[in-house]
T-cell receptor
Framework: DAKTTQPPSMDCAEGRAANLPCNHSTISGNEYVYWYRQIHSQGPQYIIH???NNETNEMASLIITEDRKSSTLILPHATLRDTAVYYC?????????????FGPGTRLSVLP | GAVVSQHPSWVICKSGTSVKIECRSLDFQATTMFWYRQFPKQSLMLMAT?????????EQGVEKDKFLINHASLTLSTLTVTSAHPEDSSFYIC??????????FGPGTRLLVL
């Protein structure tokens, strides 16, 4: 079973920031938080991951709470092409041979 | 970033035939590859984990004699759906790990069995 909970769907206006929450209250100290997204009929695309510090890259920012029990993925200026299902996943550090367990994710709809 | 390809991107076959799907890591060596299946409006479900040069590890409920996995090299894994039936119609996705904490996913292969 997935170790994360996410809202099933969210809407966001084009050009505004999209803030996608994720709860992972049972996360262990050696587990990363990963975010992937899946645009319709494509394979999942890596977005970002982090352990305990906030992270930022060219796609998004990841804010992890101090107790690490929840996180937020931020798309700073959402576009129509950001419409996708977003998956929040936790996985142990150094366990490269372990698969990702996908939950139902959040279906983000960016509206014009 | 690392690129994973799949071939074919889609395939239609008759019931009872076998279909082979290839997964390649194009610019890195993948120590481990994973095969997932996704039915419409559902999330990805892991089918098997494949390590180069060894037998694949199948998830509970996945028939190893029906879904043959070969990981012959560090850049290629294949999934063969033997004697395919309409219920095997699905979106098959592979992912690859190069020994880092990130996995990279292929674009998927859509299989339709008539």
């Amino acid at each position: 079973d997935a170790k994360t909970t996410q809202p099933p769907s969210m809407d966001c206006a084009e050009g505004r920031a999209a803030n996608l929450p994720c709860n992972h209250s049972t996360i262990s100290g050696n587990e990363y938080v990963y975010w992937y997204r899946q645009i319709h009929s494509q394979g999942p695309q890596y977005i970002i991951h982090g352990l305990k510090n906030n992270e930022t890259n060219e796609m998004a920012s990841l804010i992890i709470t101090e107790d690490r029990k929840s996180s937020t993925l931020i798309l700073p200026h959402a576009t129509l092409r950001d419409t996708a299902v977003y998956y929040c996943i936790v996985r142990a550090v150094d366990n490269y041979g372990q698969n990702f367990v996908f939950g139902p994710g959040t279906r983000l709809s960016v509206l014009p | 970033g690392a690129v994973v390809s799949q071939h074919p991107s889609w395939v239609i076959c008759k019931s009872g035939t076998s279909v082979k799907i290839e997964c390649r890591s194009l610019d890195f060596q993948a120590t481990t590859m994973f095969w997932y299946r996704q039915f419409p409006k559902q999330s990805l479900m892991l089918m098997a984990t494949s390590n180069e040069g060894s037998k694949a590890t199948y998830e509970q409920g996945v028939e190893k004699d029906k879904f043959l996995i070969n990981h012959a090299s560090l850049t290629l894994s294949t999934l063969t759906v033997t004697s395919a039936h309409p219920e095997d119609s699905s979106f098959y996705i592979c992912s690859a790990s190069r020994g880092s904490e990130t996995q990279y996913f292929g674009p998927g292969t859509r299989l339709l069995v008539l």
